[in-house]
């Protein structure tokens, strides 16, 4: 099992994605809440990492968190983007970019500032 997972990672496949999509096919809801518990830990993650001084390991955790919440919204909202990751099997970063400018446009930009 360690061995397929770094082997994920070689192709920079995300396992989470992977898991969560699975689990989206069944229980979107259930895959949304997954993402937002996922970000929650990723932010604790990040300040933790900020009381320990490292600014570097801290950035990657909230980009992170930004990146999870981004998820959920758009498979929420079923965006074209989150229908394109989903028809893909992966999220690619101008696929963030585009979903994040499709949400502010179509939540109004109070969601740039959240």
């Known amino acids: 099992m360690e061995g397929l ?3 994920a990672e070689e192709y920079d ?3 989470n994605d992977l898991i969560i999509d699975a689990i989206s096919r069944k229980d979107p ?3 949304i809440n997954l993402r937002i518990e996922l970000a929650k830990k990723y932010i604790a ?3 933790d990492y900020l009381k320990k001084g490292d600014a570097v390991q801290a950035s990657e955790k909230a980009y992170k968190t930004a990146e999870e919440i981004v998820k959920a919204l758009a498979e929420k909202f079923n965006i074209p983007e989150y ?4 028809k893909e099997g992966r999220w690619y970063t101008y696929w963030l970019a585009s979903a994040v400018n499709r949400l502010a446009k179509d939540l109004g930009n109070w969601i740039l500032t959240f």
């Open 5 to 7: 997972i770094k082997k």
């Open 13 to 15: 496949i995300d396992i």
């Open 29 to 31: 809801k259930g895959a």
């Open 45 to 47: 993650e990040a300040e």
């Open 83 to 86: 229908q394109q990751a989903s």
